[in-house]
């Protein structure tokens, strides 16, 4: 590989240094290695980097304020001693913020920083000095005197446009004009990512705006000149779209704001419908896999939630005194100002009467009817102070009610207050039951048992007591004290009570016999937690559910269906300060000190992504029925395959392959000869019924092998009657078919190529060649009588069986071993792939008009291990090793989009023949189907968000433009947005 600059770095300096990195590829088209970019997954570390280090012409040593990590010293060390020995050799210290002189000191017996002339971006990564002083240095050449107009880059438009900020937009010299402007639009175009920043897109609006003033101002002149400028107007209009439609949609990656992310996916491919808009909009839809809708509170904090599931709603208190009602769809019916705008601390529902219970952070306890009405409880929240000498009564010491739960089986109320006061009292009533006060202690989290019998208290000490509801005398208890104190508790139906401390332990006590379990749950810094469920409905929910906020803005779920793996998703720009569950656990709420809600729904993933129940067994082909649009699979156990049909209802058999192959071959054929001990006694396991499978283009016929060595072909839906192609077909590893069915093809692990006719009668191949590789993958040809093959040397080749012998054409040489290819329908352009690209996952495009271009994926992923092609949807879509789906789009060849889809490889891509619909197949045998209409991807982004850009971010981020609410209209016709 060539490579001009090793970056060695401390890992956890990589993002700042990727950043360089991109800059010196991007700005100067120096190549460099980067570990983390650009060693293939599953390969081992040092290998690869003793080997980068050796092909390098030069070395740049990265410092800044993490110091030196262990490889990163070693990896300085290497270069150091090749520098020594070759003084061709180039080494630059780069200095990055916080460099410190101690760490300078560590490396070349302290002579590297001293003695070596710097790259300084100690001042951030866009400082362009010090970009250019880093080229110069790398590249063996003078840093550029700086006469005359520079070459425009990304950091001088950052500069620009950050000094004409600084003018508060009035100096009309800072804006671009001619060549200058038409080069900053280029680079907005070509690298949004590099170009991000509202500053930068109205920047270039404004001499894009100032250059089409100026244009129209000539139109006086004659009718002529005016359609002239008309003409060149409307060309500046569809390159502004374009531009800041690519722009809107790096800002829609980079937004810390999960909810206005959505938004600026949406409006980036509402202004054009462009391949980066695209990806952005389904990137986005895709991060939050279950989120429902968001809810904006405006600035309010949001402190606390609770859910109504019986009657569809969520209820939210805001730090402001008001609790909101919406419906689970995400409609607003209710707003109600508590009394003197009093915090809302907490709150809980009696579903028997629909009754909100709240408590605030001046002591009260509130109860909300169904209409909004508000009555107080008599609980003696408010303590009198007395005066310490003579006993007399002062003033009232108002104590926040922290902890309230209702019980819906005895109706009683629980509540706790920062005092550390205890009350229980009736719902009806509203009388009180008893009050138990617990010393220098305040009450942080309360639950009743399944049957009401048990109240369980948490305390701020660590110590959770258990008290009998109906009498107060303590029952049991255990303590936290050692990780924090417990923010949410829940009995389990069996009877443990289970227990979430601000240290990030849950714990599990069992009151019976007194004991106590503990496990750790996800990350730090946990700001907000509730366990789960309240009522635990049949079978369905098998496991504790976890919804844990942090202070990042994070939230973690264990969802239900007996998953036991946190999903970890960023929900929030700020602290999450309130989280609930729905009685169910199918729902859950955060709300954030941004003002935010997020409704999720547990059971119901992502709305592009479908994961339907599987048939069951290893898949092995996958395919499209093209007259009634149903996929189909090809799946194989050790003593049992079939192909199965997916209508949209479930999976149904339709055919059995067993039963179909031994009509026609016996036995034999399909189990082969029975294993037999060896040396040692040890019984080689059989392998799987079926070993090898491919269904044609178009769904109309498969072929399969057995491991007894059949070769088998039928046609799918005219005859259930397979034909026998071969009988000895033992070692095939690779099989394909064409698209009109009449050849199939196979290679075996002896490097033979075969192509059958499979109409035609016996057993005879027409046509054998002999391959210099062993075969990784195939796919026929636009010309039937061709298959092109990928080889195990990274070698893509044509054979052409319309001659006889057959002749081989090599096509290109791809990066590692080869893996898959895959052809563009209708047409005789390859995509293929290596299984290890050293830089992630990349395709490349073949055709015979132009030379090959190599795809790299959007996101580092793993090498493919399958490929699929739409002409009709316009996409390349690889599945790689590591369970992620990478998109390209096919006619601008733009990276799309990354998304994650499962844990284990894709083994199987392919599109539907409208091509709204692609269906992916992991190792495992899960099968995914994800939504492909770009439209859709719009309308899910809108039901997620719920809102529309507010005045403050409208003007933020379309300066002088007039509002448009896209989300209220159908996202297919959202083509007048600015």
Same mark, same amino acid.
């Given at each position: 590989?060539?490579?001009?600059?090793?970056?060695?770095?401390?890992?956890?300096?990589?993002?700042?240094?990727?950043?360089?990195?991109?800059?010196?590829?991007?700005?100067?088209?120096?190549?460099?290695?980067?570990?983390?970019?650009?060693?293939?997954?599953?390969?081992?570390?040092?290998?690869?980097?003793?080997?980068?280090?050796?092909?390098?012409?030069?070395?740049?040593?990265?410092?800044?304020?993490?110091?030196?990590?262990?490889?990163?010293?070693?990896?300085?060390?290497?270069?150091?001693?090749?520098?020594?020995?070759?003084?061709?050799?180039?080494?630059?210290?780069?200095?990055?913020?916080?460099?410190?002189?101690?760490?300078?000191?560590?490396?070349?017996?302290?002579?590297?920083?001293?003695?070596?002339?710097?790259?300084?971006?100690?001042?951030?990564?866009?400082?362009?000095?010090?970009?250019?002083?880093?080229?110069?240095?790398?590249?063996?050449?003078?840093?550029?005197?700086?006469?005359?107009?520079?070459?425009?880059?990304?950091?001088?438009?950052?500069?620009?446009?950050?000094?004409?900020?600084?003018?508060?937009?009035?100096?009309?010299?800072?804006?671009?004009?001619?060549?200058?402007?038409?080069?900053?639009?280029?680079?907005?175009?070509?690298?949004?990512?590099?170009?991000?920043?509202?500053?930068?897109?109205?920047?270039?609006?404004?001499?894009?705006?100032?250059?089409?003033?100026?244009?129209?101002?000539?139109?006086?002149?004659?009718?002529?000149?005016?359609?002239?400028?008309?003409?060149?107007?409307?060309?500046?209009?569809?390159?502004?779209?374009?531009?800041?439609?690519?722009?809107?949609?790096?800002?829609?990656?980079?937004?810390?704001?999960?909810?206005?992310?959505?938004?600026?996916?949406?409006?980036?491919?509402?202004?054009?419908?462009?391949?980066?808009?695209?990806?952005?909009?389904?990137?986005?839809?895709?991060?939050?896999?279950?989120?429902?809708?968001?809810?904006?509170?405006?600035?309010?904090?949001?402190?606390?939630?609770?859910?109504?599931?019986?009657?569809?709603?969520?209820?939210?208190?805001?730090?402001?005194?008001?609790?909101?009602?919406?419906?689970?769809?995400?409609?607003?019916?209710?707003?109600?100002?508590?009394?003197?705008?009093?915090?809302?601390?907490?709150?809980?529902?009696?579903?028997?009467?629909?009754?909100?219970?709240?408590?605030?952070?001046?002591?009260?306890?509130?109860?909300?009817?169904?209409?909004?009405?508000?009555?107080?409880?008599?609980?003696?929240?408010?303590?009198?102070?007395?005066?310490? +000498? #003579? /006993?007399? %009564?002062? &003033?009232?010491?108002?104590?926040?009610?922290?902890? !309230? *739960?209702?019980? @819906?089986?005895? $109706?009683?109320?629980?509540?706790?207050?920062?005092?550390?006061?205890?009350?229980?009292?009736?719902?009806?009533?509203?009388?009180?039951?008893?009050?138990?006060?617990?010393?220098?202690?305040?009450?942080?989290?309360?639950?009743?048992?399944?049957?009401?019998?048990?109240?369980?208290?948490?305390?701020?000490?660590?110590?959770?007591?258990?008290?009998?509801?109906?009498?107060?005398?303590?029952?049991?208890?255990?303590?936290?004290? +050692? #990780? /924090?104190? %417990?923010? &949410?508790?829940?009995?389990?139906?069996?009877?443990? !009570? *289970?227990?979430? @401390?601000?240290? $990030?332990?849950?714990?599990?006590?069992?009151?019976?016999?007194?004991?106590?379990?503990?496990?750790?749950?996800?990350?730090?810094?946990?700001?907000?937690?509730?366990?789960?469920?309240?009522?635990?409905?049949?079978?369905?929910?098998?496991?504790?559910?976890?919804?844990?906020?942090?202070?990042?803005?994070?939230?973690?779920?264990?969802?239900?269906?007996?998953?036991?793996?946190?999903?970890?998703?960023?929900?929030?720009?700020?602290?999450?300060?309130?989280?609930?569950?729905?009685?169910?656990?199918?729902?859950?709420?955060?709300?954030?000190? @941004?003002?935010?809600?997020?409704?999720?729904?547990?059971?119901?993933?992502?709305?592009?992504?479908?994961?339907?129940?599987?048939?069951?067994?290893?898949?092995?082909?996958?395919?499209?029925?093209?007259?009634?649009?149903?996929?189909?699979?090809?799946?194989?156990?050790?003593?049992?395959?079939?192909?199965?049909?997916?209508?949209?209802?479930?999976?149904?058999?339709?055919?059995?392959?067993?039963?179909?192959?031994?009509?026609?071959?016996?036995?034999?054929?399909?189990?082969?000869?029975?294993?037999?001990?060896?040396?040692?006694?040890?019984?080689?396991?059989?392998?799987?019924?079926?070993?090898?499978?491919?269904?044609?283009?178009?769904?109309?016929?498969?072929?399969?092998?057995?491991?007894?060595?059949?070769?088998?072909?039928?046609?799918?839906?005219?005859?259930?009657?397979?034909?026998?192609?071969?009988?000895?077909?033992?070692?095939?590893?690779?099989?394909?078919?064409?698209?009109?069915?009449?050849?199939?093809?196979?290679?075996?692990?002896?490097?033979?190529?075969?192509?059958?006719?499979?109409?035609?009668?016996?057993?005879?191949?027409?046509?054998?060649?002999?391959?210099?590789?062993?075969?990784?993958?195939?796919?026929?040809?636009?010309?039937?009588?061709?298959?092109?093959?990928?080889?195990?040397?990274?070698?893509?080749?044509?054979?052409?069986?319309?001659?006889?012998?057959?002749?081989?054409?090599?096509?290109?040489?791809?990066?590692?071993?080869?893996?898959?290819?895959?052809?563009?329908?209708?047409?005789?352009?390859?995509?293929?792939?290596?299984?290890?690209?050293?830089?992630?996952?990349?395709?490349?495009?073949?055709?015979?008009?132009?030379?090959?271009?190599?795809?790299?994926?959007?996101?580092?992923?793993?090498?493919?291990?399958?490929?699929?092609?739409?002409?009709?949807?316009?996409?390349?879509?690889?599945?790689?090793?590591?369970?992620?789906?990478?998109?390209?789009?096919?006619?601008?060849?733009?990276?799309?989009?990354?998304?994650?889809?499962?844990?284990?490889?894709?083994?199987?891509?392919?599109?539907?023949?409208?091509?709204?619909?692609?269906?992916?197949?992991?190792?495992?045998?899960?099968?995914?189907?994800?939504?492909?209409?770009?439209?859709?991807?719009?309308?899910?982004?809108?039901?997620?968000?719920?809102?529309?850009?507010?005045?403050?971010?409208?003007?933020?981020?379309?300066?002088?433009?007039?509002?448009?609410?896209?989300?209220?209209?159908?996202?297919?016709?959202?083509?007048?947005?600015?």
């Amino acid at each position: 590989m060539a490579i001009d600059v090793f970056l060695c770095h401390n890992s956890r300096d990589k993002d700042v240094v990727r950043q360089v990195a991109e800059g010196l590829e991007l700005e100067f088209g120096i190549p460099h290695f980067l570990d983390t970019y650009s060693i293939p997954t599953g390969e081992a570390f040092l290998p690869w980097i003793e080997d980068a280090l050796a092909q390098s012409t030069g070395c740049a040593i990265f410092l800044g304020a993490h110091g030196w990590g262990p490889t990163h010293l070693w990896e300085a060390e290497r270069a150091m001693e090749r520098y020594r020995r070759d003084p061709a050799y180039k080494v630059i210290p780069v200095a990055l913020s916080g460099i410190r002189d101690e760490d300078m000191r560590r490396l070349g017996e302290g002579t590297l920083f001293s003695e070596i002339n710097w790259a300084d971006f100690r001042a951030g990564v866009i400082d362009e000095v010090a970009i250019e002083k880093l080229r110069a240095a790398l590249q063996g050449s003078p840093v550029s005197p700086g006469v005359g107009p520079p070459r425009l880059t990304p950091y001088q438009v950052r500069r620009d446009a950050a000094r004409w900020e600084r003018s508060e937009r009035k100096d009309k010299s800072i804006p671009y004009r001619g060549k200058q402007l038409a080069a900053a639009q280029l680079l907005l175009q070509t690298q949004p990512d590099l170009m991000s920043g509202v500053s930068i897109a109205a920047f270039i609006a404004e001499a894009t705006q100032a250059r089409a003033t100026r244009l129209r101002n000539f139109g006086v002149v004659a009718a002529l000149t005016i359609v002239v400028i008309s003409l060149l107007a409307v060309g500046l209009e569809h390159s502004r779209r374009i531009a800041l439609s690519r722009f809107l949609a790096a800002e829609a990656r980079q937004s810390p704001s999960p909810d206005r992310s959505l938004l600026l996916g949406i409006h980036s491919y509402a202004v054009s419908e462009t391949a980066e808009a695209a990806g952005a909009l389904v990137e986005r839809v895709d991060a939050l896999p279950y989120l429902r809708h968001y809810l904006r509170l405006g600035s309010e904090e949001v402190t606390a939630l609770t859910f109504d599931e019986s009657n569809g709603y969520v209820y939210v208190g805001g730090a402001s005194g008001s609790v909101r009602r919406f419906g689970l769809d995400g409609g607003q019916s209710l707003q109600v100002r508590l009394p003197d705008g009093n915090a809302v601390q907490v709150l809980d529902v009696d579903p028997t009467s629909g009754e909100v219970w709240a408590g605030t952070l001046d002591g009260r306890v509130l109860v909300l009817g169904e209409g909004g009405e508000v009555r107080s409880a008599a609980v003696a929240v408010n303590v009198p102070r007395r005066n310490s +000498a #003579s /006993g007399a %009564a002062e &003033s009232t010491q108002s104590w926040p009610v922290i902890a !309230l *739960r209702v019980d @819906d089986t005895h $109706g009683r109320i629980a509540v706790g207050d920062h005092r550390g006061r205890l009350t229980v009292l009736d719902r009806k009533s509203l009388a009180v039951h008893w009050t138990v006060q617990f010393d220098d202690q305040r009450v942080t989290a309360l639950a009743f048992s399944s049957e009401g019998s048990v109240v369980a208290a948490a305390t701020n000490g660590g110590p959770v007591y258990l008290f009998d509801a109906a009498s107060g005398s303590r029952a049991s208890g255990f303590t936290t004290a +050692a #990780s /924090g104190e %417990a923010v &949410s508790l829940e009995f389990a139906r069996n009877g443990t !009570l *289970r227990a979430i @401390d601000k240290g $990030g332990m849950q714990t599990h006590f069992v009151p019976r016999t007194g004991e106590v379990k503990r496990s750790r749950v996800d990350g730090d810094f946990l700001s907000s937690a509730t366990v789960g469920p309240r009522k635990e409905y049949g079978p369905r929910v098998q496991t504790d559910q976890l919804v844990l906020g942090y202070a990042s803005g994070r939230v973690s779920f264990t969802p239900a269906m007996g998953q036991s793996d946190a999903i970890a998703l960023q929900g929030h720009e700020r602290e999450v300060l309130a989280s609930a569950l729905s009685p169910s656990g199918r729902y859950a709420a955060t709300g954030s000190a @941004d003002g935010t809600v997020a409704v999720w729904d547990l059971l119901s993933k992502s709305p592009v992504v479908d994961h339907p129940p599987v048939p069951g067994g290893e898949i092995l082909a996958a395919g499209w029925d093209p007259r009634a649009g149903h996929a189909m699979v090809v799946t194989t156990t050790e003593d049992a395959a079939g192909y199965y049909v997916q209508d949209g209802t479930g999976w149904r058999t339709a055919g059995d392959l067993r039963t179909l192959s031994e009509s026609v071959a016996g036995g034999y054929v399909v189990s082969g000869e029975e294993a037999k001990p060896d040396a040692e006694g040890f019984v080689e396991l059989l392998p799987r019924l079926v070993t090898d499978a491919a269904l044609s283009a178009d769904g109309r016929c498969v072929a399969w092998t057995t491991r007894g060595g059949g070769l088998f072909w039928m046609r799918l839906g005219l005859d259930e009657r397979p034909r026998l192609l071969q009988r000895d077909a033992r070692g095939i590893n690779v099989l394909a078919l064409s698209a009109s069915c009449r050849y199939a093809y196979f290679a075996t692990e002896e490097r033979v190529l075969r192509r059958f006719e499979t109409t035609a009668t016996g057993e005879t191949a027409f046509g054998e060649t002999r391959l210099p590789e062993v075969a990784r993958a195939m796919v026929a040809g636009l010309d039937e009588g061709q298959v092109h093959v990928t080889l195990d040397d990274g070698r893509l080749i044509t054979v052409d069986f319309g001659r006889l012998p057959p002749i081989q054409s090599p096509r290109a040489l791809l990066k590692g071993a080869a893996a898959v290819v895959a052809r563009v329908d209708g047409a005789d352009t390859l995509i293929a792939s290596g299984a290890g690209a050293s830089a992630g996952t990349e395709v490349s495009l073949m055709s015979a008009s132009e030379p090959p271009v190599a795809l790299r994926a959007r996101r580092l992923g793993g090498g493919a291990a399958s490929l699929g092609v739409s002409a009709r949807a316009g996409l390349i879509a690889a599945g790689d090793q590591e369970g992620r789906l990478h998109l390209w789009d096919l006619t601008s060849r733009v990276p799309m989009a990354s998304l994650t889809i499962a844990d284990e490889a894709l083994i199987q891509v392919t599109f539907a023949p409208d091509g709204k619909k692609l269906m992916l197949a992991s190792v495992v045998g899960d099968v995914f189907f994800v939504d492909m209409d770009r439209a859709s991807w719009g309308k899910a982004a809108c039901r997620m968000v719920q809102r529309e850009f507010s005045a403050e971010e409208w003007q933020m981020m379309f300066p002088g433009e007039t509002p448009v609410a896209v989300c209220r209209r159908s996202v297919a016709t959202m083509k007048q947005t600015p």
